[in-house]
């Protein structure tokens, strides 16, 4: 063994795009009214050409899926190294399956996948050949958007030389290619007299979801530097639960998702074959704000659950060590947004137990700049509310909170992220296709701009 994992392949492709459970497996089918794929005189090298030169082509190229058959050994195997939550593990795939998955993609979107070094051994009927590769969009691309190596194991049957099985993982999640799987690299080659095709036609990037993150979510899609893949960003909200039903009907790329998905929602995405990668983006915070005249200088999460929920034993300010302004009832007023809206389903799960449910009396209101309103003209009332509305300018004062016992009290700022106690995260979901612009995307959400773009609509980016 040569000690080496292999990188991505044919499918630079796949990735993530396939089903935890192993598939059903298919005899690959014996191609039909098809050229000679390759002579022994050929030897490998010419089985491994051919493979790229069959998966490879512009946009709106039919692949000729039979040629591919045709080169895969009876059984023959793709094994796809992806990430999930556990790390790298290896998920096996027929050609057929790699044809059902990756091939509309692949036609759709344009996509070239070029050799640039080979490392080949032979013995007898048995050949290993480590083809470290390239892919970009189109051949008029100036740099590739991936790198990788396909591990191909071939054997000679009939004279033939056949595809067993192809290993592969990318670089961008193995790491940089070894200078020994870089040798006589050059310019990629040209893909057997092919013209280069065109520039590809702006493509759009399908993002749906939590209505929560939908301003910030249109501003990453003015931000992205689509030029760079040929992919624009269309945003829609809708809610959650929305974006995850529009993933599993593969009418969306991208979940923007104020919480995980639920069993069902998950079943419903890998039943369409589609695993979902997970990534948080950051964090979303609640503000609990007074009057402006009440001097409490901190307050603990159990001390608020005490404050809201019924049968809670905080009733009075005087029992915080707080004395309201002459005039001022001490009784404490509790405001809240209506308790169908998010801002309030997060603040149960943060702040409430099991069973808890919010105190009778309190003030429900249509939204948070309500809640901000009704705090500021009622010296004894507390709320809690969206950042962004309990700014410098908002006439209420925000409340510094602690988790616990011995915790710090911090403000609601962005720069406490997940630190501070009225924290959630903000979780993208995505669907890894063909051409990587999706990933792309998504992996420039974590750069510098995609950050700055978090913080300034009152979210907490992650580290």
């Known amino acids: 063994m040569l000690g080496m994992i292999a990188l991505v392949s044919l499918a630079a492709l796949l990735a993530l795009l396939v089903q935890d459970p192993e598939p059903v497996r298919v005899v690959p089918a014996v191609p039909t009214n098809t050229a000679p794929i390759n002579t022994a005189a050929e030897g490998p090298e010419g089985t491994v050409a051919a493979l790229y030169d069959t998966i490879s082509g512009p946009a709106g190229k039919v692949r000729d899926w039979d040629r591919l058959r045709g080169l895969f050994a009876p059984d023959g195997r793709l094994v796809a190294m992806v990430k999930g939550r556990g790390g790298m593990r ?13 091939g509309q993609g692949l ?24 083809s470290t590769y390239e892919c970009r969009y189109s051949l008029a691309d100036e ?6 190596i396909n591990s191909i194991q071939l054997v000679r049957v009939g004279g033939k030389w056949q595809v067993l099985q192809i290993l592969w993982e990318q670089e961008v999640d193995a790491g940089p290619i070894p200078a020994e799987f870089l040798v006589a690299a050059g310019a990629p080659k040209a893909a057997r007299g092919e013209r280069p095709a065109a520039a590809l036609p702006p493509l759009a990037i399908r993002v749906r979801g939590s209505d929560m993150m939908l301003q910030m979510a249109q501003q990453w899609g003015k931000a992205w530097p689509c030029a760079e893949t040929g992919a624009a960003v269309n945003v829609e909200g809708g809610g959650t639960g929305t974006g995850f039903a529009a993933f ?39 503000a609990i704000c007074v009057h402006p005249d009440n001097q409490i200088s901190q ?3 159990l001390e608020l659950r005490n404050i809201y929920r019924e049968g809670g034993t905080l009733t009075k300010w005087s029992q915080l060590g707080v004395t309201m302004p002459a005039g001022v009832s001490d009784d404490i007023v509790l ?36 809640v901000r309103d009704f705090v500021r003209e009622t010296p004894n009332a507390i709320g809690f509310v969206d950042p962004a509305y309990a700014g410098a ?10 988790a616990g016992e011995g915790q710090p009290a911090l403000e609601p700022k962005a720069a406490a992220g997940s630190a501070y106690a009225l924290a959630w995260p903000l979780w993208v979901y995505y669907r890894d296709e063909p051409t990587g612009r999706v990933k792309a995307f998504v992996r420039w959400l974590g750069t510098d701009d995609g950050r700055a773009l978090l913080q300034r609509h009152g979210f907490a980016a992650a580290k």
Not at 143 to 148: D, S, T
Request: proline share 5%; hydrophobic share 40%.
């Open 90 to 102: 290896p998920v096996v795939l027929t050609v057929e399956d790699y044809v059902t998955r990756a």
């Open 107 to 130: 036609e759709r979107d344009g996509f070239f996948e070029q050799e640039i070094a080979q490392q080949k051994q032979v013995f007898g009927d048995i050949a290993h050949v480590f």
């Open 143 to 148: 740099k590739p958007f991936l790198r990788g």
């Open 248 to 286: 599993a009907a593969g009418q969306a790329d991208v979940v923007l998702a104020s919480r995980r998905p639920a069993d069902k929602e998950l079943a419903a995405a890998r039943a369409s074959g589609t695993e979902p990668v997970e990534v948080c983006v950051g964090h979303s915070l609640l």
């Open 299 to 301: 307050l603990q999460l």
């Open 335 to 370: 405001v809240s947004p209506q308790s169908n809206g998010h801002g309030f389903q997060q603040f149960r799960s943060q702040v409430f137990a099991g069973g808890d449910r919010l105190r009778s009396g309190t003030h429900e209101l249509a939204g948070h700049a309500d």
């Open 393 to 402: 300018e908002s006439g209420v004062r925000t409340v510094p909170m602690s």
